[in-house]
């Protein structure tokens, strides 16, 4: 069994570090998909989205004295809580760091998962992984790291230790050993994004982040997350990019950008969509015909 977590967020009153709103996990829901098409038994725990209504204060972790802010706030479940709702039977544990500032929280999360769960192998996934994988993994419980683009790295480390295959030749992955770390480097980035399977929203309490309007765009009506291109051509010096994504740009067809788009107006009566990519309009052509597929279906959105 997999247990895949989204941690909760995390929110500074201070002014001084930036506030994470709550948002409808794109990554990981991604990640699950990936999960369903392959066939594996999973679990998703939204420490966020499972309790949206609930702000506390976060003291933060022992032996973190600058997290000890009393404007500190966790909106969601606490690291005991997600770790208390883990299914005992599971033996992979995937958590989502998507920002740095979150890193603590999440770190705070593996000790708890680590205690109940000795046995499991705990695996760090998004961009703050990607970013400091030797860091985070020799300042924390997890075991290994998922480097890029997830699905099917996660899949092949799932599929390799079933079949008790060592993880030296897997590549996108970062591990511990004898006390040190192992880095097999990025792997390959998918390149048919269309074959890549949609969101498996189902599985997260997503009619709840709707409803409650936790979406990190202007707000223009009920709104949805999606994302119709991967990657970024340019090299940025204040993003990630480059060792996340590479700069290779690929756009999914329109045509399945739009289907996905008409999907979510039927199924939860969407009027507004926040596009995660990270350079969406790069290639006229595209853009254009985008556009034309949203008009000639008459899909009235913003």
Request: charged letters at 25%; one cysteine or more.
């Amino acid at each position: 069994m997999i247990t895949l977590i989204n941690p909760p967020s995390l929110k500074n009153f201070s002014g001084i570090q930036p506030a994470m709103t709550a948002n409808p996990p794109l990554g990981l829901a991604y990640v699950a998909a990936a999960l369903k098409e392959a066939g594996f038994d999973y679990h998703v725990i939204d420490g966020a989205g499972d309790a949206l209504d609930i702000v506390r204060p976060y003291k933060g972790p022992d032996g973190e004295p600058e997290m000890r802010l009393d404007n500190l706030k966790i909106q969601g479940l606490l690291p005991e809580e997600i770790a208390h709702r883990i299914p005992p039977e599971t033996d992979v544990v995937g958590v989502s760091c998507m920002f740095s500032v979150m890193w603590p929280l999440v770190r705070d999360i593996a000790d708890h998962v680590r205690a109940r769960l000795p046995l499991a192998l705990l695996v760090l996934g998004s961009e703050h992984g990607t970013a400091f994988p030797d860091y985070s993994l020799r300042n924390s419980a997890f075991d290994l790291v998922v480097l890029g683009e997830g699905e099917e790295t996660f899949v092949s480390l799932l599929r390799a230790r079933a079949d008790g295959r060592p993880l030296d030749d897997l590549p996108g992955i970062v591990f511990k050993r004898d006390g040190g770390v192992v880095s097999n480097g990025l792997g390959a980035r998918i390149r048919d994004v269309n074959e890549i399977a949609p969101p498996d929203w189902d599985s997260f309490p997503i009619e709840d982040y709707i409803d409650r309007h936790q979406t990190n765009g202007v707000y223009l009506g009920r709104s949805m997350q999606i994302l119709a291109t991967r990657g970024c051509p340019y090299r940025c010096t204040f993003c990630s990019n480059p060792n996340m994504w590479t700069t290779r740009y690929i756009p999914r067809d329109p045509k399945r950008v739009v289907d996905e788009m008409a999907l979510y107006v039927r199924k939860y009566n969407i009027a507004n969509f926040d596009f995660q990519d990270l350079t969406a309009i790069i290639n006229r052509r595209w853009a254009v015909a985008f556009c034309e597929e949203i008009i000639e279906r008459g899909l009235d959105v913003t």
